[in-house]
């Protein structure tokens, strides 16, 4: 008997969908398809009423290659919840809103379940690498 990938696959995002608290929903700007696979997404994942979401377009930086408009992106954050998830470009090539897309989802994770971190305040910052570190 034979299974399909691709179901396996969303069974099992189903189950880490189910309990998560912020989903990322990423798509690449240079790539329509992406874009149109959130959609996809959205109708397949099971989301709680308190699940925090954030729309997230990459490769902001590759400007001549870009197939989805910020403003496409900005009308998908405002239709896919009542009251719209915050939309975010970013390059990661730039260090473009990487931090301000992280700094969001705890920010509404925070305001939705104050209780799940009793850390205080929460600061995020860039190390620079090491010259001779494995990753540079």
């Not at 959609?39 to 989805?68: F, Q, Y």
């Not at 969001?104 to 570190?133: H, M």
Request: hydrophobic share 35%.
């Amino acid at each position: 008997m034979g299974h399909s990938w691709t179901g396996i696959f969303l069974l099992h995002c189903a189950v880490i969908f189910r309990k998560a608290d912020v989903i990322l929903l990423v798509y690449d700007i240079t790539r329509m398809q992406s874009f149109q696979n959130i959609c996809h997404w959205m109708d397949r994942i099971p989301i709680k009423e308190e699940t925090n979401l954030v729309l997230m377009g990459t490769k902001s930086d590759l400007t001549a290659e870009r197939e989805v408009t910020t403003q496409m992106g900005k009308n998908m954050a405002e239709d896919l919840l009542p009251g719209g998830v915050p939309f975010f470009e970013t390059s990661a090539k730039e260090n473009h809103n990487i931090d301000a897309v992280f700094r969001d989802a705890v920010t509404q994770l925070l305001s939705t379940d104050p209780k799940s971190c009793s850390c205080g305040e929460i600061k995020l910052s860039c190390k620079k690498k090491e010259k001779n570190s494995c990753c540079s």
